[in-house]
């Protein structure tokens, strides 16, 4: 037998589906001196008692392509490998039981298609004829997936295994991580059989991946925001008419989602398989009187099927069969859940050269695809598709463990939940407040999570509807439009004041400061005493962030960036500084406040309340003032594209600003305005418009770029050599006659029958009195007024492209007054 091992290039800690499959794509990709550390044997964890569904179905573009790429792998994985494996490919039913439950389905549907899938809207009969054991009386449809199914979950991990040791990666069993160490810029990990030193370290230890994550703390790393949760499936013994008809069709019978209800049921051998996702769901060791065991190996909770009964008599009038046997056996087993369901795929929040692979509650059907993912994010610093939806440093300081479990028991319990375009879900909330937050609630403010932070949606009124069951709805007409177009109207033809608490800000400084960022994006720095957008760009010059550079003077910068971007644009950032030291990056998120004045009026509403500011400066211009009495910074911007400033306070200042603003008669608004506001603009939002699935050429943004500069910033190669040849494809403005709905995110744009684009955001413009989409279209179709269409839930939508200007004040008249 070899030696143990005593350097790596990567280390990977955890031998189930996520680990295996990771230390298959490195050594598939030339990375053979790669090695995988598992504490027992290969799938002693979640993978061991995994269900084993492998769907495409999800309503994240992100999650799709990781899925769709797992299934589709795994059709060819067991010849690729020369490892027989028992995958199933069945084919899946989701039960609609209402109007907008098919809608959600013919919106992946759609999304699903442009990715080369084909999953069909059925009738309840057409349900019937897929699977003719189910009862379809109370149903309103239901959708079609013929390449969903399942597979083996030991197979699969020791089949990826097998094609890992063949390629030239390495498997330790049975040899616990106990420690991890840090040596220059070499990871030490201490394990039980002796050191391994490394470059690069990968946390992809399942349910242990916060106990995994606590070695990190020391070099940067923080609590993994996660929770176990119990989750159960039970098997019958076998039944008569599953084998009769297995028998006569030669396949199984395809699976059923009952996701209104909230269960699959699928055949296993000639019995069936019922998994419910149960609200009264069950969170493990998450007590000082129920610590996690050191190791609970192969190991399952005991029997719970008392909080099954709801499900189970309601699965068995969907399909009578299941309730003419037995039960064989129940599994009750530990699966881990981030707050929001994603499992975390990308680079480990503050610590360098680490990465994590975690926190999967569908870790087979995205195992295959996660670990290329986690390739990538290992051997290149970036992943061919955005996988933003995954990516560990979408939490920051607010996702602390109360809101981990209350958001963990929230999703487990809504597994299949719709995701609304104006509902907010109500756990693990209030964990970071404006220090308006008081005088927003007084004034009827609805609010939405930004990065933890408490912002107004928008004001209701006495009598309006606020309730939860208000926002289940895909239509834009709701309870909020009537008080959305007050406030743009009130932005249009006066002044309104939006708390913009949260804004991500980081000072740059040093000597050389100026010159070291003019090398890293893509455009020119403003002067000192201005302001402008910079645009960093990957190797492959794809949009990564934008950022507003704040010059106050030579090498003195502030650095702000979208609320949701604050971890994941300060490490861009600080991974890119110069290793001398000389340059010092600060998060100062916290100690300041923000409020956006703007409309026509709120030049008159400042100098009310201001000292000392010259208001006819120009835009882009920065100042400092007295506002209230309060120290302040002026900025000559406006999101919303009318005359208007931000107003930069210290955090506890903001109130008295907010205050004075407000009795000098501005009106306040919420995001949802703002938004409406920004799309008849064309102004982008961060990982919706502005994204890595998109070059800064694609994105309409040539304005931005400096290729004469002499400074070779990250991109510039891939950007000159896509100008040469001309981009495939171009941002666009639609107008669309959209009646009840907007464009979502990632709506295919068809023309002549083909896919030729998709939307990136969609919103009602109340200045226009009209539906605006942005998107990304086949070059071709770009010129003004050619016509296509956008498929919104299941409807083909004509959509015009518009002149490359803004559609409100196409001469940015207004913003410049």
Known sequence: MAEFPTTARVVIIG?????????????KAGWK???????????????????????????????MNMQRYSASMYRTLGDDVGYPMNYHVTGAIRLAHNKERMQEFE???????????????CTPDELKEHNPFIETHDLAGGLWDPLDGDIDPAQLTQALAKGAREAGGRIERFCPVVGIERDGDEWIVKTEKGDIRCEYVANCAGYYAQRVGEMFKPFGGRTVPMVVMSHQYFLTEPIAELEAWTKEHGRKVPMIRDVDISYYLRQEKTGLNLGPYERNCKAHWVTPDDPMPEDFSFQLYPDDLERLEFYIEDAMERMPLLGTSGVGRNINGPIPYAPDGLPMIGPMPGVKNAFEGHSFTFGIAQGGGAGKCLSEWIMHGETELDMWAVDPRRYTDYADHDYCLSKALETY??????????HEWPAGRNKKHSPNHDALIAAGAQMGAYNGWERANWFAKEGDDTSEEATHTWDRQGPWTQRVKEEVEAVRDNAGVLDMVGFSRYTLSGEGAAEWLRGQIAGALPKAGRMNLGYFTDSRGKIVTEVTIIRWGED????????????????????????????TLTDITKQWSTLLLTGPKSREMLASVTEGADLSTGWLTLQDATVAGKAAKLMRISFAGELGWEVHTAFDDSPAAYAALSEAGAVPFGMYALNSMRIEKGYRTWKGDLSTDYS????????????????????KAALLNEKQQGSKKQFVTLIVDAPEQDAPYMSPLFHNGEVVGETTSGDWGYRINK??????????LTEPGTEVEVEIYGKRCKA??????????????????
């Open 696 to 715: 800064l050429l694609e994105g309409g943004m040539e304005r931005f770029i400096r290729f004469e500069k002499p400074q070779d910033f990250p991109g």
């Open 33 to 63: 001196d790669c090695v995988l550390l598992e504490k027992n044997e290969l799938t002693a964890g979640s993978t061991w008692h995994a269900a084993g569904n492998v769907p495409n179905f999800a309503g994240s573009w992100a999650v």
């Open 800 to 817: 015009t492209v518009q002149p490359d200007q803004p559609l409100w004040d196409p001469e940015n008249e207004r913003i410049r007054a």
């Open 107 to 121: 919106k992946v549907a759609s999304m699903g298609r442009y990715q080369g899938l084909t999953m069909d809207i």
């Open 15 to 27: 031998g189930g589906v996520v680990g295996t499959s990771t230390l298959y794509h490195l050594a």
């Open 413 to 422: 319990g809504h597994e299949y939940a719709m995701h609304f375009p104006h």
């Open 771 to 780: 539906s605006v989409a942005l998107g990304m279209l086949r070059k071709d």
């Open 556 to 583: 003195d910068f502030w650095l702000m960036t979208a609320a949701v971007a604050q971890w994941h644009d300060f490490e861009f950032l600080q991974k890119a500084l110069p290793a001398d030291g000389s340059l």
